[in-house]
Nanobody, 127 residues
Framework: QVQLVESGGGLVQAGGSLRLSCAAS????????MGWFRQAPGKEREFVAA????????VYDDSVKGRFTISRDNTGNTVYLQMNSLKPEDTAAYSC????????????????????WGQGTQVTVSS
């Protein structure tokens, strides 16, 4: 089992920034790639970003590329999502997820690859 707890959400004006954190515990978290997904009201959950278990090979959805940055700390147990130049359309509940991977460079973009999920943190961007 891997437990994931997100934090850092809130209300911000358009153009502002937020940093989300995801604290992972349980099984050897370093064996897992980590991803961020979001779900807006009335919409399906969508991929935002992912990072390999080695902390490299970040992958981003086109909608956030150049504005969001995913990273993980040296222990690999905390994953961050730095969100800059936020837009109202970024408003959603953001969840982190863990995917067991063999290759250190793998960073899955499909939610079907993720086994463990956090409860989510709300991000609201006002215009």
């Amino acid at each position: 089992q891997v437990q994931l707890v997100e934090s850092g959400g809130g209300l911000v004006q358009a153009g502002g920034s937020l940093r989300l954190s995801c604290a992972a515990s349980g099984r050897t978290v370093s064996n897992y790639a980590m991803g961020w997904f979001r779900q807006a009201p009335g919409k399906e959950r969508e991929f935002v970003a992912a990072i390999s278990r080695g902390g490299y090979s970040p992958v981003y959805d086109d909608s956030v590329k150049g504005r969001f940055t995913i990273s993980r700390d040296n222990t690999g147990n905390t994953v961050y999502l730095q969100m800059n130049s936020l837009k109202p359309e970024d408003t959603a509940a953001y969840s982190c997820a863990a995917s067991y991977v063999v290759r250190a460079t793998t960073a899955p973009a499909s939610e079907e690859n993720y086994t463990y999920w956090g409860q989510g943190t709300q991000v609201t961007v006002s215009s």
